[in-house]
């Protein structure tokens, strides 16, 4: 399994069509044993009680972008408003902590069961595998 942070995904720059809301796919979830299974279950909890920490310092976070503009990270440097922003946003400062469990659960389901975005990953797993 392969795991790596993606600036672009974070600030709302992924170069794919209708990118998933969250990246995991239905082999993550199988090896978190299944749907109904228990690791998948803390998996889940931990993502929930993770988001409901990082949104009580989405304040940090952009700051800690905009300390970076001088940073020349490349997919922060277009549009800097509108990529923090992005965090911002991603972040649902104005959700009660049960609201945004409920709304990344919502997420997480959506991202295992969405179509589009498999079908453009895997076009470019293709792609990247024939420039190798």
């Known amino acids: 399994m392969q795991f790596h942070i993606d600036f672009g995904f974070i600030l709302g720059k992924d170069p794919k069509p209708y990118p998933p809301a969250m990246k ?5 979830v199988t090896v978190l044993g299944g749907p109904e299974g228990e690791p998948y279950r803390r998996f889940r909890q931990y993502c929930c009680e993770a988001f409901n920490i990082l949104r009580k310092h989405v304040n940090l976070f952009t700051n800690l972008f905009v300390l970076m503009l001088d940073a020349g990270l490349q997919d922060l440097m277009e549009e800097p408003r509108a990529r923090i922003q992005v965090v ?34 895997t076009l470019h797993w293709v792609a990247q595998a024939s420039r190798a």
């Not at 995991?24 to 993550?28: E, F, G, N, R, S």
């Open 24 to 28: 995991i796919t239905k082999q993550m």
């Open 88 to 121: 911002i946003d991603r972040c649902a400062p104005d959700m009660s902590d049960e609201d945004a469990v409920f709304h990344l659960q919502k997420l997480i389901d959506e991202s295992v069961t969405a179509l589009f975005p498999k079908f453009i990953e």
